[in-house]
């Protein structure tokens, strides 16, 4: 296993719900900004949702429009992403993210370290 570790991806049908969670090492957890991308097949990795390590501000891509919320337990040391009225345009593997803290989470680039991906599938 690596550094970030997603789970909770699933086959859900239109309007269900599904929250993804990341197990971070605690190095970069406590020192790295974390956030959320997407890989459907055949497109490019898009970006989803991130919370900056400096500011602790969540952002999100323009598609999310209020859906998912991006959030962290640092009890935990785990990322999460609660996704609400899924569609099937959100079906993808969900890749956990981390770059440096003063990077903000907005391009696959920026990113240092990346989990190995969790599927959502969605149906109508």
């Known amino acids: 296993q690596g550094q970030l570790v997603e789970s909770g991806g699933g086959a859900v049908q239109t309007g269900d719900s599904l929250l993804l969670s990341c197990t971070v090492a605690?190095?970069?957890?406590?020192?790295?900004?974390l956030g959320w991308f997407r890989q459907a097949a055949g497109k490019e990795r898009e970006f989803v949702a991130a919370?900056?390590?400096?500011?602790?501000?969540?952002y999100y891509g323009d598609f999310v429009e209020g859906r998912f919320t991006i959030s962290r337990d640092n009890a935990k040391n785990t990322l999460y992403l609660q996704m609400n009225s899924l569609k099937p345009e959100d079906t993808a593997v969900y890749y956990c993210a981390a770059a440096a803290a003063d990077v903000m989470i907005t391009h696959a680039s920026a990113i240092q370290n990346w989990g190995k991906g969790t599927l959502v599938t969605v149906s109508e």
């Open positions: 605690r190095r970069i957890y406590n020192s790295y900004s």
């Open positions: 919370i900056a390590q400096i500011s602790d501000s969540p």
